[in-house]
């Protein structure tokens, strides 16, 4: 059994990061980390956990959690990890960070974007960027995974192929991006009250959200040259679900049969992203719940454009999923170990 | 593996009872019945099925099923499973009918509350009322399960042990009930659009409606005699679950300690019944995909009546979950065996 | 014109009381308070009054503001138009109280259930119970209005001509309501966040809410002798209304028509009391955005009790619209003047 | 008086223009038209008008209804309008159709998107957009008003002084609108469902959606070419309000003060239209129930690319209150009689 440690684990994501690892098979929970409710039971903080979990809660101290776990998740706010971590603690346990601490390579630009200083830039460059369908590789081998942000994944894994095909204009990109409210997570906050949400819809941090530098980056990599894109996150009244409608102008000629074509290649083996037919479009109440990243589009004639859209649950494959995921390379089991999951509808 | 064949696989119940066994280690689903959908692909019905299900939907040939499976479920309209039951299906395959056909034990009740014939009274007295923990010897030599209405099942286990240990008046009893919409069905009727039950709650079926008589046959056994009750049912607008908020008048003397003793009594060994310390109350959000049902309760001084209140997913443990776990007593499996569901939140 | 204050505009009642006096024919605000946003322009509170309301929010100096203003709304917090009342400022203005300060009579009973000290008990006696349908007399008098709880207004007129005409056993009542989540205020508190009351639904203070000796204290008024109730209110996933499902025993040969009769005669020539037909409820996406109080019943042979049903929009009737039906009367307006609002739907 | 009738008064659009009328001091309506409900009393089918519309429905004979009123709006399917206009209707009322039939000049176009061969091409020359703000002197004189559709209503005030002082490239246009489940209207089809829109996103209509054409028509005018687009709905799970999020390339060297100037400069004196400060975006919640647009942006000095974005309700300024706009237009009354609404939050 994979002895694992949660940092954060009385946040959204932290508790999805339970509930999924309650479920597998081969790992088990031997540290509820929450600086917020030392010492209380988690199962008073969620009471979905009622009988099902039986542990207080404990305090964010990584040197004694790295010499109990096999592997630590870190879902704290941005710099907590950074400013724990260490080559100690490194040399003792795996550690999935799903903040945004070591997804960006440049320090520059995570410390512009989100404005601190990084604790332990040192550990920048080992880090792997934990999007499992792209960097499955190298996150087998890593000590230290940088789970990737919630949009993020969805809006590189719907453009990817078109990217690294060459596919598209890479500089034509828009993101136009829809999220649940649970990614704003679970501080009280007035704009995240129940009356200020509900029924109705907002755009925020419009060419400034920070998950941006972290899309350019990675599809950058796929065109092999810097971009720059627009991408503009929308909070929509439900609990979970993230959908992505990308916009991108095609290469001239680029035909559906040569998309299609490259979405399979990229994507036909993968147990996680599900090609939808032709015509038919992403809708997240089809993924929640589950580790699936939905994906369709759309070639426009007219204007010789493409519309990609993506899906996927921003609690899972947008945050816990991935890291259960990514934490079944490291330790060798098969990739969707406890990830099994179908989707819950309605 | 148990086969497993479902007639009425569309409605909502069928759905979820498709995604229960889908993820149960000892059954497999042989046969996706669906009148409305006869040879559609049952992933294009469901989309969060997609690439999970490859099968088709066939129609409701019980006849040829009963040669297929061990076991039918029929989550169908009321009147269709005894229209199409008798002797040869039910020495081949055992039968767990989700409608209300043989719930009721006087037929007349039955064909006066839902104003329709009976086709088979013949079965009505082998059938067993499938409320696995107040019958659960009873199930195991069944051939022939009634599962519980998602109402019933929720008001039932929330006042049992209150009745049968008689420390309230049964005659007293008021039961005020919520439910989310997927109660309603998938029909496509006006009162059920988006708009219409968004940002409303209603009551309906006022002093009528048909879980009524279950609600009174069941708790009558447990009380000794007959009684009639009130019974207010509401739409919430939420997807899945129940809300049962129970009134009794307390017997004179009978104290809190009392009360609570008689609830460990009955279900402190129950595996699916989560019994809330004091002051604590169910809300539906923490069974939400769960098997759960959550029970609390507070006695008042000042009016020497008892509030009881019970949670439960409408479509788990108030159908598709019951079912399987009815499925589960029936074949000789742990009762929770694909059932150990951590409920969803949020 | 009358000249209008608010103490606590940036609630959500407050903030109803300005848009429904903003609509008001006769009246104009000149003081906006709130203690929060002193200095703040309103419309940066509340971006629907953007261009609308052009003033700045002011504190809660009600010596100052009963100079200004003809009438002085307070919805604030309890205790605090307790602590602030004095007689010169009710020479000078009249003062409509939407909190609970002035409602109740005993001022014991006010002190146990609120758990404070009352700061000004001499003017409790001189206060008038502003349920217009009910007091409407006294309240043109008056100097001091204790505008009713939300709870109370939905419960107490839907049951009072039931009451008054002795038609129900008084202490058979068992009042189950639910409400819309604007009821628990805008304050940035984790149970009210949108994920958590999303796609749920809880009871609470059980028991013990606070508006249960409002309404023990108005229907006994009315049944002429004390009278102890159950009053249990629930939370409902929506924005605004609510629905009161009332219970009682009725007294030994009281027909519907009896019934129908007394409910006409108290309410037939009422403005914003609509009784609805035979088999026909309330339900709450009805009376939206309107002063509008919708009542139904059903006479339940089988139990001899009767089941009473009240909706409103818990901010218009249960606050902010008898408020300023209480205004039109203490000013000698017709008292729908500026409330003919037609229920917004969907 | 203005008397008004309304062919199709039963969808949610034709409620809500009654609601507007019934509100507005220099309007009554005659004729409660309605196919699927003739004879039935209007308050049955909207319980919200209880006691508020004493009438009855009657059916869509145009020529009888010609005679008694002085303005008919037709809020039907599209064709219906069409297939009923003759010169005898339109010399004894005005015609304000809320359908499609009039609103492109070009009949082939309008043929192509939305299937249907139109009935009376003769009128389409003379028919003007109903754009009040654009379109306001033509409106004047105009017996057949095309009201717009409610997307495009959106999209293109967004836009139009963008376009209109060629700020950006029209032939970069990109709109990614969201809209409440009350457009797709009050039929009884299983993907308007609570259940199936509740908790969730989609896109519809991807590069196909017919208020495409219409966008492209009116801003090719402000561009002074032709144009083409791409525009992508997506239904969101709330019951009213569009945004619109529209993106285009700068021209070489704009400045966010040219962009504000140009916005002030057409929209300045609007009273509908609410420009926001730097910084701050639409949402529709503060727009509900109300005809203002409300309408912000932000450059990206990085993409050089604008984001532009609009907030409207959907059946009041993108379908009903628009209506009566152009009604007060037609007739002679100052624009916003009967129309200043304050948005209803929360």
């Known amino acids: 059994m994979i002895k694992a440690g949660i ?30 409710y030392v010492d209380h039971k988690y199962e008073e903080v969620y009471r979905n956990m009622f009988r099902i979990v039986d542990s207080r809660c404990l305090d ?40 945004a601490d070591f997804r960006i390579k440049d320090v520059k630009v995570y410390e512009k974007w989100y404005g601190i200083l990084h604790k332990s830039p040192e550990y920048i460059p ?33 453009l990817y192929p078109l990217v690294k095909e060459k596919l598209v204009n890479p500089h034509s990109i828009i993101i136009d991006a829809k ?16 009356c200020e949400v509900n029924e109705s819809i907002k755009a925020y941090g419009v060419t400034s959200h920070r998950h941006t530098p972290e899309i350019e980056e990675q599809l950058g990599y796929a065109a092999g040259e810097e971009i720059r894109i627009n991408f503009t996150p929308h909070l929509v009244p439900m609990n979970r679900g ?23 290649a990229y994507y036909g083996q993968e147990y996680f992203i599900r090609l939808l037919g ?32 993506g899906a996927i649950d921003n609690l899972v494959k947008g945050a816990a999923g991935q890291a259960v995921q990514n934490m079944n390379l490291l330790f060798g089991l098969p990739e969707n170990t406890g990830l ?4 819950v509808f309605p």
């Open 179 to 194: 999220s649940g409210t649970s990614g704003a997570g679970r501080g009280a906050k007035l704009p995240n009250l129940f």
């Open 340 to 343: 099994q999951l179908v989707p």
């Open 7 to 36: 940092i954060g684990s009385t946040g959204y994501a932290g508790q999805e990061l339970v509930r999924l690892l309650l479920q597998h098979p081969q790992a088990e929970i031997v540290w509820y980390g929450s600086r917020s």
């Open 60 to 99: 964010d101290n990584m040197e004694e959690l790295s010499k109990q776990a096999d592997v630590i998740f870190t879902a704290t706010p941005q710099g907590l990890c950074a400013s724990l971590v260490n080559e100690e603690i490194l040399n003792r346990a795996k550690i999935i960070d799903l903040s």
């Open 278 to 309: 032709s015509g038919v479009y992403p809708e997240t109440r089809w993924v929640e719940g589950s580790n699936f990243v939905d994906i369709g589009f759309q070639l426009d004639e007219r204007t010789h454009r493409i519309v990609a859209l």
């Open 126 to 158: 080992e880090a792997v960027y934990g999007l499992c369908e792209i960097n499955r590789e190298d996150i087998r081998k890593a000590r230290l995974i940088a789970n990737p942000g919630c949009y993020t994944t969805c809006s590189i894994l719907t």
């Open 242 to 264: 993230i959908l992505a409608t990308a916009y991108a102008d095609l290469k001239p000629g680029v035909t559906e049969e040569q998309v299609r074509a490259a979405y399979e």
